[in-house]
């Protein structure tokens, strides 16, 4: 339990401030497109004997890069290099589980499993965390202007294209750390659920860093103890959890939005 704690915390603030930049850009198909396209690189990892984290990680930034080398071309859109990729990597994987004829053994990476964290994925959740968080807090100005006003950060001489692909490239990371959490399915919640409920809050976007990685961290511990006590799977539990966060932070925000005084 302590060492799944750790993990939920490191994970729910990386993709909480990630989120936050997922939202403002309106981008919330690419951490459910990612995510997905980390299974072939799972299978094979397991196939082969190698550390499934280190899969998964490997095909996420793989398709990280690919999307941006595909949306920097003028003839395709973002979002149609995204559904491309998604669907053809997702395939693969399903393909290669249907060759191995076993679906059972892949059910914690697909829907999450959150106390089963080792020792050494604990240390690479905190390594990831440590350098996507890093990342944002060095580039922070050019991933902030880039996401307002991409046109005028062009004008000042910004390589947007550079930025969106660092963008994409933490997102990768952080997807990856979230599938430990709640898996392959449920991971893009992590990402635009917190960050939504923020966006409700604040009206800046550090305020919305803060308050959706608290929204991320309680939302995480609360599911963990549900998943414990309950004996219910752990990634649904924090991923309904957060759903009533953000339910609860909805209803607080159109309250408080009747009730202000019409001009």
Not at 33 to 61: C, D, E, R, S
Not at 239 to 254: E, N, P, Y
Request: proline share 2%.
């Amino acid at each position: 339990m302590r060492s799944a704690i750790a993990a939920i915390i490191l994970i729910g603030a990386t993709c909480a401030v990630l989120g936050s930049f997922v939202v403002l850009r309106r981008m919330a198909f690419i951490g459910d497109a990612i995510a997905h396209t980390a299974l072939p690189g799972v299978v094979i990892a397991y196939l082969n004997g190698f550390n499934l984290f280190f899969g998964a990680l490997m095909a996420g930034v793989l398709t990280a890069l690919g999307i941006g080398w595909l949306s920097n071309r003028e003839e395709l859109r973002e979002d149609t290099a995204i559904g491309i990729l998604f669907t053809g990597m997702f395939a693969l994987g399903v393909l290669i589980i249907s060759k191995h004829h076993s679906f059972r053994d892949f059910s914690a990476m697909l829907f999450g499993d959150i106390l089963g964290v080792t020792p050494l994925d604990l240390l690479l959740i905190s390594i990831i965390a440590c350098i996507t968080l890093l990342t944002v807090a060095m580039f922070y100005k050019e991933l902030e202007l880039t996401s307002f006003d991409p046109t005028f950060s062009t004008v000042i001489g910004l390589r947007v294209h550079w930025v969106r692909n660092l963008l994409l490239v933490l997102l990768a990371l952080a997807i990856v750390t979230g599938i430990q959490a709640v898996g392959v399915i449920l991971t893009s919640a992590l990402l635009i659920t917190p960050a939504a409920a923020a966006s409700l809050m604040c009206r800046n976007l550090r305020g919305i860093m803060i308050a959706g990685s608290i929204v991320s961290i309680l939302s995480g511990i609360a599911g963990l103890y549900v998943s414990f006590y309950q004996g219910v799977a752990s990634g649904a539990a924090i991923v309904l959890c957060s759903t009533a966060m953000f339910a609860i932070a909805f209803a607080f925000s159109t309250a408080a939005h009747h009730s202000k005084p019409e001009d």
